[in-house]
């Protein structure tokens, strides 16, 4: 039978590691606000900000989108993509491409994809460096990419959601992609690993034996 010193022993390590865990969860929450993950209300729900985009992007899976219609070249895209932490997409999917085709028919011009055929002529790839395969390739506009003076080494998406290979000094409108919330999610695995220790450590023989019950009634 229970004794009520064991029950207020039990209830004394229980508020212990409670707060331990809450102000576990109030650091990271902290250390969030530092690394900025752009989100509108601070707090410390995380399944709340698992999912955010800064305003005005648009979520698709695990990335935020946005298209901006100032006329820049490829390489000054990007360079206004990185600098709001993100890049110029990487369509992985004919469904992917059809939502950014969504921003291109809205705006009614090109938009700058991450593609280029740099290194090899002819061999487009993305500009993390994956190869652009089927069904993908399926995607250029009829008789693209055609490079016809040597120097359309740039890919864009259409209004049209076709893809053409164009000089890439040309000015075009961009769409950017950014990771949707990453430190985030890690601060969200990294809680729930906490979570499950600490439950463990309540649950654990040693602990219910009262081997360190003396400490927290002290
Ligand atoms: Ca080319
Ligand atoms: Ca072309």
Redesign the pocket.
């Known amino acids: 039978m229970t004794s009520m010193h064991e029950v207020h022993r039990s209830k004394s390590i229980e508020y212990c590691v409670i707060s331990l865990h809450n102000e576990l969860i109030k650091s990271l929450c902290c250390l969030k606000c530092l690394i900025s993950c752009h989100l509108k209300t601070p707090s410390y729900f995380f399944p709340a900000f698992a999912q955010r985009c800064p305003s005005g992007w648009t979520l698709y899976q695990d990335s935020c989108f946005i298209i901006y219609t100032t006329w820049k070249n490829w390489y000054d895209s990007r360079l206004a993509c990185q600098a709001e932490q993100g890049d110029l997409p990487i369509v992985t999917s004919v469904e992917m491409n059809t939502f950014l085709t969504s921003f291109t028919e809205q705006a009614g011009n090109t938009a700058w994809l991450g593609l280029n055929d740099f290194e090899a002529e002819g061999t487009f790839q993305w500009n993390d460096g994956t190869p652009l395969t089927a069904p993908l390739d399926t995607l250029w506009?009829d008789?693209?990419?055609?490079?016809?003076d040597g120097s359309?080494d740039c890919g864009g998406l259409r209004a049209d959601g076709t893809w053409?290979?164009?000089s890439c000094i040309v000015n075009k409108y961009r769409v950017c992609q950014r990771p949707n919330g990453k430190f985030c999610k890690l601060f969200l695995l990294l809680r729930l690993t906490i979570k499950k220790y600490l439950r463990e450590f309540m649950d654990s023989d040693w602990l219910k034996n009262g081997l360190v019950g003396g400490v927290f009634n002290m």
Not at 143 to 148: E, I, L
């Open positions: 506009k008789n693209n990419p055609n490079d016809p359309e053409v290979d164009l």
